[in-house]
C-alpha cells in the first residue's frame, strides 16, 4: 500500500512538471507567432493573420490548466 502512494506522489510531481514544460512550450510558441506576424505585417497581411491567430490560440492554451478548472467549477455548480 505504501509502495502504490509513492508511486502517485511521483507520478504526480511529473505530471506538475510536464504541465510546466507545456506551458512554457505554448508561451514559447505563441511570442514566435506574434514578433513572424509582426514581420510579415506590411508585405502578408492573409498570412500575417493567419499567424496571429496561431499565436493567440497558442497563448489561451497557456492557461488551459485554469480554464478547465473554472470549467469544471461552473458545471459543478449547476448540478
Do not use: P
Request: aromatic share 16%; hydrophobic share 40%.
Amino acid at each position: 500500500m505504501k509502495m502504490d502512494h509513492k508511486r502517485n506522489k511521483h507520478s504526480n510531481r511529473i505530471k506538475k512538471f510536464s504541465d510546466y514544460i507545456m506551458s512554457f512550450a505554448f508561451l514559447y510558441s505563441s511570442l514566435l507567432c506574434f514578433t513572424e506576424a509582426a514581420e510579415k505585417w506590411e508585405n502578408q497581411k492573409v498570412v500575417s493573420i493567419i499567424i496571429l491567430t496561431c499565436g493567440i490560440f497558442s497563448f489561451i492554451a497557456v492557461f488551459r490548466l485554469k480554464i478547465s478548472e473554472i470549467y469544471y467549477n461552473l458545471k459543478n455548480k449547476k448540478k
